[in-house]
T-cell receptor, first 113, second 113 residues
Framework: AQSVTQLGSHVSVSEGALVLLRCNYSSSVPPYLFWYVQYPNQGLQLLLKYTSAATLVKGINGFEAEFKKSETSFHLTKPSAHMRDAAEYFCAVSSGGYQKVTFGTGTKLQVIP | DTEVTQTPKHLVMGMTNKKSLKCEQHMGHRAMYWYKQKAKKPPELMFVYSYEKLSINESVPSRFSPECPNSSLLNLHLHALQPEDSALYLC????????????FGSGTRLTVV
C-alpha cells in the first residue's frame, strides 16, 4: 500500500519569504515521489520527481525537494516566494510496480504581497 | 510536442445524453490515464491504459466507457450520467512504469444537468 499525507491544506507566505510545503509518505517498498502544481482551471504540471538518483531534487520554477528516508518525508521548498507561485500543490507517490500514482489532498499556497 | 490536448474544454450535458471526451498526445507515451477531480479535491484515478490495453479500472460505473483507439488517442464515452458526475476530467500520459511523472492535459469541465 502507498499513501502520502500533506500537512496543512492552506499555507500563506509573504512575497519573498521561504516556501515550505510538507509531505510525508508511506510505502512498503522504495517509493517514487512527485510534486505537482495546479493553477486554477488547469491541469496538473510536474514540478519535480524523486526516483532514487539523488536525495535533493531540483525542479522547475526554483522549487526543490529533499527525500529523507528516516523521516519518510519529501518536503517542497523555494527560497523566495513570488506572486505567480500561488496555486494548489499536490504531493504524489508511486511504488510496487503499479502503473498508478496516489495523490495527497493538496496544499493551497497563498502569496501575500 | 510536449502537450496533452483535451477537447472539449467545457461540456454541459443532460442526464439522457451521450457525449465523448477526447485526449491526444504525440510524445510517444504508451501509458494514458483518465482522472476525475472534484472541486478542492485531489485527482481520482479512473482508468489506466498501457500499450493501448486497459490495465486498471478503479471500479468506475459503466456509464463511463474508456477507449484507446491508438497510441496517441484516448476517449471517454459518457452515457446516462448523474449530476454528481459533474467534475473536471483530466487526461494524462507517461512512459510505462512507476518512475515517470505524468503530463496532464488542461481538462474538460463537465456539468451534468
Amino acid at each position: 500500500a502507498q499513501s502520502v499525507t500533506q500537512l496543512g491544506s492552506h499555507v500563506s507566505v509573504s512575497e519573498g519569504a521561504l516556501v515550505l510545503l510538507r509531505c510525508n509518505y508511506s510505502s512498503s517498498v522504495p517509493p517514487y515521489l512527485f510534486w505537482y502544481v495546479q493553477y486554477p482551471n488547469q491541469g496538473l504540471q510536474l514540478l519535480l520527481k524523486y526516483t532514487s538518483a539523488a536525495t535533493l531534487v531540483k525542479g522547475i520554477n526554483g522549487f526543490e525537494a529533499e527525500f529523507k528516508k528516516s523521516e519518510t518525508s519529501f518536503h517542497l521548498t523555494k527560497p523566495s516566494a513570488h506572486m505567480r507561485d500561488a496555486a494548489e500543490y499536490f504531493c504524489a507517490v508511486s511504488s510496487g510496480g503499479y502503473q498508478k500514482v496516489t495523490f495527497g489532498t493538496g496544499t493551497k499556497l497563498q502569496v501575500i504581497p | 510536442d510536449t502537450e496533452v490536448t483535451q477537447t472539449p474544454k467545457h461540456l454541459v450535458m443532460g442526464m439522457t445524453n451521450k457525449k465523448s471526451l477526447k485526449c491526444e498526445q504525440h510524445m510517444g507515451h504508451r501509458a494514458m490515464y483518465w482522472y476525475k477531480q472534484k472541486a478542492k479535491k485531489p485527482p481520482e484515478l479512473m482508468f489506466v491504459y498501457s500499450y493501448e490495453k486497459l490495465s486498471i479500472n478503479e471500479s468506475v460505473p459503466s456509464r463511463f466507457s474508456p477507449e484507446c483507439p491508438n497510441s496517441s488517442l484516448l476517449n471517454l464515452h459518457l452515457h446516462a450520467l448523474q449530476p454528481e458526475d459533474s467534475a473536471l476530467y483530466l487526461c494524462a500520459s507517461s512512459q510505462v512504469g512507476t518512475a515517470y511523472g505524468y503530463t496532464f492535459g488542461s481538462g474538460t469541465r463537465l456539468t451534468v444537468v
